[in-house]
């Protein structure tokens, strides 16, 4: 059995396999990039190995780091995780050629399903059914646009050793074809250094149906059932389920028998899938769902066949490298209920899914459900890797268990510090589509307005930012701060007089009209709270000088008072300098305590390629500096602060 175990991965899958390790007695041992040294995963490993820069071409995908890190450390395996180097193949090879164990499938398997053309060609031959498509070496482009009319419009043009959504163009009609193909030969070429293409027949209303396979040095394969990711937001799984919804008993048989012939096709060892595309136009049925690609390796959503198998596939994955036969017989594998997982990600889905980076400063979770992370309170989410927060799992005994069960946890868990895609979440999962087991890899792509305007969610956030406010102005919360308007007049600001009777009176419900001006979202708005207003609909929770507001079920907003300073027709709000996307602070040109003036440079972001320079928007004097140069910034960050000049 092995004893020790190097995780050449990060994040989340590497504190997921260091507590499989730890509970089977095996040490673990970490690597980490400059951007990782306070990493979850580095203090959970008995020892941890520095590799590098941040850039993960300079440490997570440098191959010989990674082995000599094993070596210093005396780990006798490596598990690669998924992502970075876990489907190379010369990798897998340097690994086994250096005396060490490698956690995963035969670099020759890896290489087999490596490049889809050669894999559909060996699946066919094994009589695992194929999308109807062109899988031939020639590459002119006259003879592809040909075959793509064979086949018949729409067709799909994919790389042939493309993945994660690169290196493939959806095309409808004839005469798109051409820029279609050029587009994806040159992205093809950048992203894995081979611009050959196959042609597919497009399915118009596509499932992402994929089977969880399991082999051994013994000659065993089994399947672990299927998984439903077919919702997808540019080719990248958002939720993923399991057993797959409309699934009957004969179509499960069939496909799941189809992913164990391909397995053994390449003589398959250790954790893969089998991905496969339905047709769903008339339902899910075995003759319309066809082989697409195989992942030799651990999948990201792999917690939910777990959860409704009961196996703890990390465990089997060091148990099979280690030279043991499979636990399990097919026979005694069963499902058990309905899982589902959802991916957390810092990003901003409002502005096109804009990452976000920044730190976490507020994190709590319901305790009742699984999470897997590799963050905690505190922990910074980087601009160097994918800005995945956190996998949620729900298990239920059907499936409208486990979607309530995930609900709960996204109404009930905590981030507060950078935007995330909670809210999207939750909205995806109450559609009722979702709901009714109607999805297909559209779905996310025809609702995407929906699911992402926030309008009319940040007037209800104000709202009750400002009776948040009002409510909390009894006990001297920050009183001194506020502006407060009875029937537009305004009061004197303070603790004591009109402001304060106001606000006792509005607690205990009396008829009171009052407005009060909030910052939300980096914009000032005045809100009149009606003097019959009783919505409760809503959670807040007091933090740093304003709330922290929840609405629609799992949308939080910041919202703080607006602040003014008397004599100088300036708020203090207008003189925040704020970033107005990710980047990178290049160059600071002030200090604190300098006095500006209106238009003068303070300093300049990096952020997408581009350089933006934030100015003075009044004569006034820098009385906070945040910025620092080559610092790294979320958006609406706070980077510097005017006041006006007397």
Same mark, same amino acid.
């Given at each position: 059995?092995?004893?020790?175990?190097?995780?050449?991965?990060?994040?989340?899958?590497?504190?997921?396999?260091?507590?499989?390790?730890?509970?089977?007695?095996?040490?673990?041992?970490?690597?980490?990039?400059?951007?990782?040294?306070?990493?979850?995963?580095?203090?959970?490993?008995?020892?941890?190995?520095?590799?590098?820069?941040?850039?993960?071409?300079?440490?997570?995908?440098?191959?010989?780091?990674?082995?000599?890190?094993?070596?210093?450390?005396?780990?006798?395996?490596?598990?690669?995780?998924?992502?970075?180097?876990?489907?190379?193949?010369?990798?897998?090879?340097?690994?086994?050629?250096?005396?060490?164990?490698?956690?995963?499938?035969?670099?020759?398997?890896?290489?087999?399903?490596?490049?889809?053309?050669?894999?559909?060609?060996?699946?066919?031959?094994?009589?695992?059914?194929?999308?109807?498509?062109?899988?031939?070496?020639?590459?002119?482009?006259?003879?592809?646009?040909?075959?793509?009319?064979?086949?018949?419009?729409?067709?799909?043009?994919?790389?042939?050793?493309?993945? /994660?959504?690169?290196?493939?163009?959806?095309?409808?009609?004839?005469?798109?074809?051409?820029?279609?193909?050029?587009?994806?030969?040159?992205?093809?070429?950048?992203?894995?250094?081979?611009?050959?293409?196959?042609?597919?027949?497009?399915?118009?209303?596509?499932?992402?149906?994929?089977?969880?396979?399991?082999?051994?040095?013994?000659?065993?394969?089994?399947?672990?059932?299927?998984?439903?990711?077919?919702?997808?937001?540019?080719?990248?799984?958002?939720?993923?389920?399991?057993?797959?919804? /409309?699934?009957?008993?004969?179509?499960?048989?069939?496909?799941?028998?189809?992913?164990?012939?391909?397995?053994?096709?390449?003589?398959?060892?250790?954790?893969?899938?089998?991905?496969?595309?339905?047709?769903?136009?008339?339902?899910?049925?075995?003759?319309?769902?066809?082989?697409?690609?195989?992942?030799?390796?651990?999948?990201?959503?792999?917690?939910?066949?777990?959860?409704?198998?009961?196996?703890?596939?990390?465990?089997?994955?060091?148990?099979?490298?280690?030279?043991?036969?499979?636990?399990?017989?097919?026979?005694?594998?069963?499902?058990?209920?309905?899982?589902?997982?959802?991916?957390?990600?810092?990003?901003?889905?409002?502005?096109?899914?804009?990452?976000?980076?920044?730190?976490?400063?507020?994190?709590?979770?319901?305790?009742?459900?699984?999470?897997?992370?590799?963050?905690?309170?505190?922990?910074?989410?980087?601009?160097?890797?994918?800005?995945?927060?956190?996998?949620?799992?729900?298990?239920?005994?059907?499936?409208?268990?486990?979607?309530?069960?995930?609900?709960?946890?996204?109404?009930?868990?905590?981030?507060?510090?950078?935007?995330?895609?909670?809210?999207?979440?939750?909205?995806?999962?109450?559609?009722?589509?979702?709901?009714?087991?109607?999805?297909?890899?559209?779905?996310?792509?025809?609702?995407?307005?929906?699911?992402?305007?926030?309008?009319?969610?940040?007037?209800?956030?104000?709202?009750?930012?400002?009776?948040?406010?009002?409510?909390?102005?009894?006990? /001297?919360?920050?009183?001194?701060?506020?502006?407060?308007?009875?029937?537009?007049?305004?009061?004197?600001?303070?603790?004591?007089?009109?402001?304060?009777?106001?606000?006792?009176?509005?607690?205990?419900?009396?008829?009171?009209?009052?407005?009060?001006?909030?910052?939300?979202?980096?914009?000032?708005?005045?809100?009149?709270?009606?003097?019959?207003?009783?919505?409760?609909?809503?959670?807040?929770?007091?933090?740093?000088?304003?709330?922290?507001?929840?609405?629609?079920?799992?949308?939080?907003?910041?919202?703080?008072?607006?602040?003014?300073?008397?004599?100088?027709?300036?708020?203090?709000?207008?003189?925040?300098?704020?970033?107005?996307?990710?980047?990178?602070?290049?160059?600071?040109?002030?200090?604190? /305590?300098?006095?500006?003036?209106?238009?003068?440079?303070?300093?300049?972001?990096?952020?997408?390629?581009?350089?933006?320079?934030?100015?003075?928007?009044?004569?006034?004097?820098?009385?906070?500096?945040?910025?620092?140069?080559?610092?790294?910034?979320?958006?609406?960050?706070?980077?510097?602060?005017?006041?006006?000049?007397?």
């Amino acid at each position: 059995m092995i004893k020790s175990v190097l995780i050449a991965n990060r994040g989340e899958i590497a504190c997921r396999i260091i507590r499989t390790a730890r509970a089977m007695g095996i040490r673990t041992v970490a690597v980490y990039s400059d951007a990782d040294a306070k990493a979850l995963h580095v203090r959970q490993a008995d020892e941890a190995v520095h590799i590098g820069p941040s850039p993960a071409r300079e440490s997570y995908l440098v191959g010989a780091k990674i082995i000599a890190a094993a070596k210093a450390t005396g780990a006798e395996a490596i598990h690669p995780g998924y992502g970075f180097l876990s489907e190379n193949a010369e990798f897998a090879q340097a690994v086994i050629e250096a005396g060490l164990i490698w956690v995963g499938p035969k670099p020759a398997s890896i290489t087999a399903m490596g490049l889809k053309d050669a894999a559909k060609k060996l699946m066919q031959a094994a009589g695992v059914p194929c999308t109807p498509g062109y899988l031939g070496e020639n590459q002119d482009p006259a003879y592809l646009a040909e075959e793509a009319g064979k086949i018949g419009y729409p067709v799909l043009i994919k790389a042939v050793a493309g993945g /994660g959504g690169k290196g493939m163009r959806l095309v409808e009609a004839p005469a798109d074809f051409a820029d279609a193909l050029a587009s994806c030969k040159r992205e093809a070429s950048s992203s894995f250094g081979n611009d050959h293409v196959l042609i597919e027949k497009y399915v118009l209303s596509p499932r992402h149906i994929e089977v969880q396979v399991f082999g051994d040095s013994h000659g065993n394969v089994v399947h672990l059932f299927e998984r439903d990711c077919s919702l997808q937001r540019r080719h990248q799984k958002v939720i993923e389920e399991a057993p797959a919804p /409309g699934m009957d008993e004969a179509t499960r048989e069939a496909v799941c028998a189809a992913a164990v012939r391909a397995a053994k096709a390449v003589d398959y060892e250790g954790a893969g899938t089998i991905e496969f595309i339905a047709d769903a136009s008339e339902g899910l049925r075995a003759d319309r769902i066809w082989f697409m690609e195989m992942n030799t390796r651990l999948q990201v959503e792999h917690p939910v066949t777990e959860e409704i198998t009961g196996v703890d596939l990390v465990e089997w994955q060091l148990l099979v490298a280690s030279g043991e036969a499979l636990p399990l017989k097919q026979e005694e594998l069963g499902i058990n209920g309905w899982a589902m997982e959802a991916r957390l990600y810092a990003e901003d889905p409002a502005k096109g899914f804009l990452p976000a980076i920044g730190k976490i400063e507020h994190l709590k979770w319901s305790g009742d459900r699984r999470i897997e992370t590799g963050v905690k309170e505190g922990s910074e989410i980087s601009p160097f890797y994918d800005p995945m927060i956190a996998k949620i799992i729900a298990h239920g005994s059907d499936r409208y268990e486990a979607i309530d069960e995930l609900q709960k946890e996204l109404e009930q868990m905590e981030l507060w510090g950078l935007k995330t895609n909670q809210g999207f979440l939750y909205r995806l999962i109450c559609t009722d589509e979702f709901e009714a087991g109607e999805v297909d890899t559209g779905l996310i792509g025809r609702e995407l307005g929906a699911l992402t305007d926030e309008t009319e969610l940040i007037e209800r956030a104000a709202l009750h930012g400002a009776v948040a406010q009002i409510v909390s102005a009894h006990e /001297g919360y920050a009183a001194s701060r506020y502006r407060w308007y009875s029937d537009n007049e305004p009061l004197v600001e303070g603790l004591s007089g009109d402001p304060w009777q106001q606000a006792i009176n509005f607690r205990l419900n009396r008829q009171v009209p009052i407005s009060v001006e909030v910052c939300i979202s980096g914009e000032r708005r005045t809100i009149k709270v009606p003097s019959d207003w009783n919505d409760v609909s809503a959670n807040f929770e007091a933090y740093g000088i304003g709330h922290m507001v929840r609405v629609g079920g799992a949308f939080w907003y910041y919202v703080t008072p607006y602040r003014a300073e008397s004599g100088t027709g300036h708020s203090a709000h207008d003189g925040d300098i704020l970033s107005p996307m990710p980047g990178k602070i290049i160059a600071v040109e002030v200090s604190e /305590g300098q006095a500006v003036t209106k238009g003068q440079k303070l300093l300049t972001l990096e952020a997408m390629k581009m350089e933006h320079t934030l100015t003075a928007p009044f004569d006034g004097v820098v009385t906070a500096l945040n910025a620092v140069a080559g610092a790294q910034v979320q958006v609406e960050a706070l980077l510097a602060r005017i006041e006006a000049g007397e």
